[in-house]
């Protein structure tokens, strides 16, 4: 896992169907690339005006976190997603990013493969072992 793939309101993009998909990759929130969707270019979060003036990385580094915006995206990942932005960032504030990756790595690896089981269905696209449902 890349620390680079951690956006700056916690999603890890090494678990997300998008990045790890063959066909139209995202190439993580933090990359500048025109191949992003629309809805990525746009994202209120990475286009913050707080987190650009203050050259911030995370968002936990905001004064008015967490912001409504990520209070309605944790909310949604946490009942469809099975992971929560704040305590992302909340654990990376107390341990760093590399303990964060580690604990990521755990999580999310295949128990069949070792490969990685996105957070965006529960399965892994290596294997196609299923960890949950959505």
Request: proline share 3%.
């Amino acid at each position: 896992m890349k620390s680079k793939l951690i956006a700056p309101c916690g999603m890890n993009c090494n678990i997300c169907k998008y990045y790890n998909r063959e066909k139209i990759k995202c190439p993580g929130c933090r990359i500048e690339d025109e191949s992003k969707s629309k809805y990525c270019k746009e994202c209120i979060i990475i286009n913050c005006q707080e987190i650009k003036n203050k050259n911030s990385d995370f968002c936990f580094k905001c004064s008015r976190i967490p912001c409504r915006r990520l209070k309605n995206l944790d909310k949604r990942y946490k009942t469809k997603y099975h992971m929560s932005m704040l305590e992302n960032l909340g654990f990376i504030k107390e341990n760093g990013i590399k303990e964060f990756l580690e604990k990521e790595m755990q999580k999310w690896k295949c128990p069949k493969c070792d490969g990685i089981i996105t957070c965006h269905g529960g399965m892994c696209l290596s294997c196609g072992y299923v960890k949950y449902k959505n």
